[in-house]
């Protein structure tokens, strides 16, 4: 595998300029022009786009970008992004009709992409086309394979589809350093599909698939791609999350505790790669398996002990930043970020109106599963127990619909919770951003003065986890300190 730094004639495809190079040559910025046609518009009718500039890795959304975009009752629409320089992931949403324009594809710098969205016979086609469009109908049509091809694929299928798709892209006459990237992309979206399989296969068809996954390096496709510049393997999210899938499957079936697999495939990674690809996978790792919001999976300590491991041995600037962010933020001690959320009479709730009680807070979306296991837990195990005059629950939806949010309060919550809601998108998109949010639910336990006292309190559905004993502790350890603070001053 070879993983060396080459650094080739990609700088065309990243628009990242050379020594020298002006301002004024650089293409930046991307341009969406649009045709809704076969559904009516109507008057209140937008389209929320969202872009992620950089993506270092499929489970950050640290830098996550958020805009309303206005449709003409002709269905027509235009969408300026002028400052991106990078490689940007995009969805484009019309949420009234439930569909995509766009769904995590990517557009290159320079970008003036034509959509044609077509609804007829109770289904959506689209048609992309103007500079970036070919490239974006080839990842469209890759990721509909991906997803279609998933449900029944092995290897063997693999090989098939991904020697079609080949042909495919390369037939296009795209540059050279494009249908690298589209090749990766592609190739890590088939990669991940492997993961569900293998989840929901019984044992004996994950043992076959496991078999097949230790020699996945004699493929041809998952050699040619690992042998592309570091420069095109780095900037493929969908690559850095299908080459973190192969390592993860390789250890899946072990019978660790979830700490002891986690630590397994780190180290793994660890010693495997190395430079960008190995920053990149063990970013992906720390905030996705389990998610940083699910650090609560680790003893007491063990997040600070590999976030200042991956901080020490991180290359890559960008990764030592959003470690550095990551670290600081959900340190205790650290000011919980400045939120405002809407109760259902309309009182906006911050971190001000909370003080002067502890507050365990609880960020969950409507369909999460595993948010509805923590309520049902907490209800059972915790809230009984629980001096609701010392602690206050405040259960955060992230849902914009208010009707949709006070229907699910009672799976999601409970009427003895404080209920509120994200009325604005771009506020929750904040609190997300800053704490590199990639999933639910998303716990923390803020003590009186506004202040994380922990970042990862245990999920109560986990067995073995004790919510109760923990919320107990940290009330008693708060004002044990502070009656000794206070004895201390008087003296």
């Known amino acids: 595998m070879n993983l060396a730094f080459a650094f080739v004639a990609t700088i065309a495809l990243f628009s990242i300029p050379t020594e020298g190079q002006t301002q004024s040559s650089r293409e930046t910025g991307f341009t969406i022009r649009g045709q809704i046609s076969g559904f009516e518009i109507v008057k209140d009718d937008s389209l929320d786009l969202y872009w992620i500039e950089d993506m270092v890795s499929p489970a950050n959304y640290h830098n996550r970008q958020f805009r309303k975009v206005p449709v003409a009752r002709n269905g027509g629409f235009t969408i300026n992004v002028p400052d991106v320089r990078h490689i940007t992931k995009v969805m484009l949403f019309l949420n009234r009709a439930g569909i995509g324009l766009i769904d995590h594809l990517s557009m290159f710098p320079g970008d003036d992409v034509h959509v044609l969205a077509n609804y007829q016979s109770g289904s959506w086609n689209f048609k992309y086309t103007g500079k970036g469009g070919k490239r974006l109908q080839h990842h469209f049509i890759n990721e509909f394979v991906r997803r279609y091809e998933g449900e029944r694929t092995t290897l063997a299928a693999v090989d098939t589809i991904v020697q079609r798709k080949w042909k495919l892209i390369d037939k296009q006459r795209f540059k050279t350093e494009t249908a690298r990237f589209l090749k990766a992309e592609m190739l890590g979206g088939i990669l991940r599909s492997l993961h569900g399989v293998m989840l929901f296969s019984d044992s004996g068809a994950r043992h076959a698939l496991r078999t097949e996954v230790e020699s996945i390096s004699d493929y041809a496709w998952f050699r040619e791609v690992n042998e592309y510049p570091i420069s095109i393997q780095a900037s493929a999210p969908g690559w850095i999350e299908g080459l973190y899938t192969v390592n993860n499957q390789l250890l899946v079936n072990r019978k660790d505790s979830t700490y002891g697999y986690f630590d397994a495939v780190y180290k793994r990674i660890e010693q495997k790669y190395s430079g960008r690809i190995r920053d990149r996978l063990l970013l992906h790792h720390v905030s996705n398996t389990p998610n940083i919001q699910f650090h609560n999976y680790f003893p007491a300590g063990t997040f600070e002990t590999y976030m200042d491991r991956l901080d020490s041995m991180a290359e890559e600037k960008k990764v030592k930043e959003i470690i ?113 949010v990639a999933g639910y639910p998303f716990v923390m336990l803020i003590d009186p003065e506004g202040k994380i006292y922990s970042s990862n309190p245990p999920l109560a559905y986990r067995p073995g986890n004790d919510l109760l004993k923990e919320i107990r502790a940290a009330i008693a350890d708060y004002y044990r300190a502070a009656s000794t603070q206070s004895a201390t001053q008087k003296q």
């Not at 365990?360 to 907490?378: K, R, S, V």
């Not at 602690?391 to 955060?396: A, T």
Request: charged share 25%; glycine share 6%; with cysteine.
């Open 324 to 436: 550095s962010s990551m670290k600081s933020r959900l340190t205790k001690g650290s000011e919980v970020y400045p939120f405002t959320f809407y109760d259902r009479h309309g009182k906006a709730w911050t971190p001000k109106e909370l003080k002067g009680k502890f507050v365990f807070f609880d960020l969950w979306g409507i369909g999460c599963g595993a948010c509805l296991h923590t309520n049902e837990a907490f209800i059972q195990k915790v809230s009984p127990y629980i001096s609701h005059d010392s602690i206050v629950v405040f259960s955060v939806c992230d849902n914009q619909d208010k009707e949709a949010w006070l229907k699910s309060i009672p799976a999601y919550s409970s009427e003895e919770h404080l209920n509120v809601y994200a009325r604005d998108i771009g506020e929750v998109l904040k609190f997300q951003n800053y704490y590199s």
